[in-house]
T-cell receptor, first 114, second 113 residues
Framework: ETGVTQSPTHLIKTRGQQVTLRCSSQ?????VSWYQQALGQGPQFIFQ???????GRGNFPPRFSGLQFPNYSSELNVNALELDDSALYLC?????????????FGQGTRLTVV | KNQVEQSPQSLIILEGKNCTLQ??????????LRWYKQDTGRGPVSLTI?????NTKSNGRYTATLDADTKQSSLHITASQLSDSASYIC????????????FGTGTRLLVSP
């Protein structure tokens, strides 16, 4: 177990709805990143939060937004859901600094948009 | 074009046999290169991490190599076990101001009894 937990594990939403996914990072970690993994593909970087501020973003539209809280847990919000948003959403927790930064992943949230 | 490409896409081997997975990348400069194992529907788990100056890194039956000149990496699995059946993903971390993992599409390995 990595100590990174995501909730819920599975979710079904209707096109046009909004969804919030949650991630509790590993104790002591100050950075959380979110990834979208479509079936049969590698994860794609959505964005990263460091000390409650977004400090990097991938090629995703503004309807993908996030938050990081003082305890370093995080939320991913997706508005106006589209069918193509169906994917496994992964959260990665890390402590930036040192030789390299290890990233620990949660088990993911499987989102299905119908 | 994907910045991290892996081959083969899928592989079936018999239990106990060895195999080698390949990764070619164009991400440059990069901070480090990693290999992850991902079981279906689960989050990836790190196997090895190598900086650009390292040539090889082992973790039990897993040995990763890196050739920064040719921008190639490989993951060698020895004495395969049924539990090795999973996707193996090559990940490159560019030298940016933040940690962004660039994933390959993975190699799906099936170890057959």
């Amino acid at each position: 177990e990595t100590g990174v937990t995501q909730s819920p594990t599975h979710l079904i939403k209707t096109r046009g709805q909004q969804v919030t996914l949650r991630c509790s990072s590993q104790s002591g970690h100050n950075t959380v990143s979110w990834y979208q993994q479509a079936l049969g593909q590698g994860p794609q970087f959505i964005f990263q939060y460091y000390r409650e501020e977004e400090n990097g973003r991938g090629n995703f539209p503004p309807r993908f937004s996030g938050l990081q809280f003082p305890n370093y847990s995080s939320e991913l919000n997706v508005n106006a859901l589209e069918l193509d948003d169906s994917a496994l959403y992964l959260c990665a927790s890390s402590l930036v600094g040192g030789k390299y930064t290890e990233a620990f992943f949660g088990q993911g949230t499987r989102l299905t948009v119908v | 074009k994907n910045q991290v490409e892996q081959s083969p896409q899928s592989l079936i081997i018999l239990e106990g046999k060895n195999c080698t997975l390949q990764c070619n990348y164009t991400v440059s400069p990069f901070s480090n290169l990693r290999w992850y194992k991902q079981d279906t529907g689960r989050g990836p788990v790190s196997l090895t991490i190598m900086t650009f100056s390292e040539n090889t890194k082992s973790n039990g039956r897993y040995t990763a190599t890196l050739d920064a000149d040719t921008k190639q990496s490989s993951l060698h699995i020895t004495a395969s076990q049924l539990s090795d059946s999973a996707s193996y993903i090559c990940v490159v971390i560019p030298n940016t101001g933040f940690q962004k993992l660039v994933f390959g599409t993975g190699t799906r390995l099936l170890v057959s009894p």
